[in-house]
């Protein structure tokens, strides 16, 4: 086990023994996109595509904390995207650690990445981080690279007040 897996794996438990909200991150197959979308329908939702081996993904983890703390109602879906996604113990402890314990988190887990990309979005390339705004109607809005916060929020803002 990596020297980062096996902290991620402590503090996992740690977190457990003190707070009863833990995340249980699913596996992304074939299929879950539309599952996602079904269980979202009618709602603004704001799906991030994130992973492990991206730096500025986890730099950018605590600050989506912070938004959500702002406005709880808000329905955010992680989803880490990278070949290390696998690991899902290490996925639960990084989004522990960055405070987003009630999130919704899936990580993909089928060895054929494209695929389950293609279902996303045919012309997504893989790029990280990746932010989709889906609002009520089921329109995407695709933000690519580190999302503008508080562009995301205007536009949370604007769904709800409609």
């Excluded at 902290?7 to 197959?29: K, M, N, W, Y």
Aim: aromatic share 8%.
């Amino acid at each position: 086990m990596k020297l980062r897996g096996f902290i991620g794996v402590l503090f996992l438990a740690a977190l457990s023994a003190c707070d009863s909200q833990t995340i249980e991150t699913r596996p992304f197959v074939r299929g879950s996109w539309h599952q996602l979308l079904a269980a979202h329908a009618d709602k603004p939702t704001i799906v991030h595509f994130w992973g492990l081996t991206c730096a500025p993904c986890l730099t950018e983890l605590p600050h989506w904390a912070e938004m959500q703390r702002d406005r709880p109602g808000m329905n955010v879906v992680m989803i880490a995207s990278d070949p290390a996604s696998e690991d899902t113990e290490e996925l639960t402890a990084t989004l522990a650690e960055a405070k987003l314990n009630n999130v919704e988190s899936w990580a993909f887990a089928d060895a054929f990445h494209e695929k389950l990309r293609f279902e996303i979005d045919p012309t997504w390339r893989g790029e990280m981080p990746r932010t989709m705004l889906i609002g009520r109607d089921g329109k995407a809005r695709v933000m690519s690279g580190v999302a503008d916060l508080q562009e995301i929020r205007n536009w949370y803002d604007a769904q709800t007040k409609s």
